[in-house]
């Protein structure tokens, strides 16, 4: 493989995740925190950020070093785990799209005043153009950084305009005034919960980079999607924070839509549509790639018609907005449960590290399995928390 290629490649991997990430919940998430923490929420970000590497370069890893997907690692460990590993992601990927095509629909009705359903399944249509071209994987690869960037860069002008209290957000991240575990928590499940933290990962092994020789490198993409995401987290947080200190009042009903808008006007709230589109449809790609890499391997019809289920996977997510809308109950209960999925998939690697049948004589870091046993024990605790004290709430 030709060097700059392999380099695509990486790159792709990396934005692919976290542009995965960055979907219209993050969005609004992120102001949302901002808005109730000030200037600490710095520290919120800071912390998830720490989190967040740590995890996906222990997945990434082993990924990499055992040469199989997620769910072939887990069959291995324990018969039918993989299995349920796989349907969980599928679920949860699935009630995740709908929303992110939701977002997209209101990206498009923000930019062109067209409805948010017809906006949904134009964008819809675009996002399975993604994968019926020649190279499907090196247009989704593209499509992710150019998006990645435009996001990034008019997230950034947004900023500058709502001129920010740069220097006692920098204090506030290392010395905050509150600690929320919650927002870390929910931060934390945004950037490598569900099926996210898998994309890039699967991506590089379709891509042939994979072994022990290529762990280098797979870490150094793993630690990029982590920093392009949090990039764009910090730029949305001091935009946010810019105009919530000023004491405008931020609509409920629409957060990341109110900063853009008072920070830069009428030209503000469009950015924030192509912004929320951009964001939205990457998700919508990454979602459906990652779900769908989560079952090729469990049949061979699956796995000879990759690119149409994954085509079926975005129609359905389309469909399902267009014609029921967003099913708010089914969304909040498997978004429930896809917070368990980091811990068990994390888990699992971790054992998996250490089983020669799985990874040959590959030695894992101690630090690296220290630091992912804390994450699954921490993301253990606060899933079922959520889950226990959150679901008799919404069906009782």
Do not use: C
């Not at 950037?191 to 590089?204: K, S, W």
């Not at 000023?246 to 030209?267: L, R």
């Amino acid at each position: 493989m030709e060097k700059n290629s392999r380099l695509s490649i990486l790159l792709g991997a990396a934005f692919l995740m976290a542009t995965s990430a960055i979907g219209p919940g993050f969005l609004t998430q992120t102001t949302v925190f901002t808005q109730a923490l000030l200037a600490s929420f710095g520290f919120v970000i800071l912390i998830s950020i720490i989190i967040d590497i740590g995890a996906q370069i222990n997945i990434w890893r082993i990924i990499a070093v055992s040469e199989k997907r997620a769910q072939d690692i887990a069959n291995e460990m324990l018969p039918g785990l993989g299995t349920f590993l796989a349907i969980l992601i599928v679920l949860g990927g699935l009630a995740f799209n709908i929303g992110n095509i939701a977002g997209a629909g209101l990206g498009t009705n923000v930019l062109f005043g067209i409805s948010t359903k017809m906006g949904a399944l134009l964008s819809g249509i675009v996002a399975v153009a993604i994968f019926l071209v020649k190279e499907a994987g090196k247009a989704m690869d593209r499509f992710a950084q150019l998006m990645g960037f435009v996001m990034i860069g008019l997230t950034i002008y947004v900023m500058f305009k709502a001129q920010p209290p740069y220097g006692e957000a920098l204090v506030k991240t290392f010395m905050p005034d509150e600690i929320d575990l919650l927002a870390i928590i929910t931060l934390v499940g945004g950037t490598v919960g569900g099926y996210i933290t898998f994309a890039g990962g699967h991506r590089l092994l379709d891509a042939g980079i994979k072994g022990k020789a290529a762990i280098p490198e797979v870490t150094r993409s793993a630690v990029s999607a982590i920093g392009i995401a949090s990039i764009m987290r910090i730029f949305l947080f001091l935009a946010a924070l810019g105009i919530v200190i000023q004491g405008v009042t931020i609509d409920p009903g629409n957060p990341p839509a109110s900063v853009f808008k008072h920070a830069a006007g009428n030209f503000g709230y469009r950015i924030f549509g192509v912004v929320m589109w951009a964001a939205a449809v990457t998700s919508v790609v990454g979602a459906a790639y990652t779900s769908v890499s989560f079952i090729t391997t469990l049949s061979k019809t699956i796995h000879k018609y990759e690119k149409w289920f994954i085509v079926g996977f975005i129609t359905v997510s389309t469909l399902v907005f267009v014609v029921i809308g967003q099913p708010v109950k089914i969304l909040v209960l498997v978004g429930a449960l896809n917070g368990l999925i980091l811990p068990i998939a994390l888990g699992v690697m971790l054992v998996a590290a250490y089983k020669k049948r799985i990874v040959g004589d590959y030695k894992h870091p101690l630090w690296m399995t220290l630091f992912g046993i804390v994450i699954v024990i921490a993301m253990s605790y606060m899933s079922i928390y959520t889950i226990m004290k959150g679901i008799p709430k919404l069906f009782g």
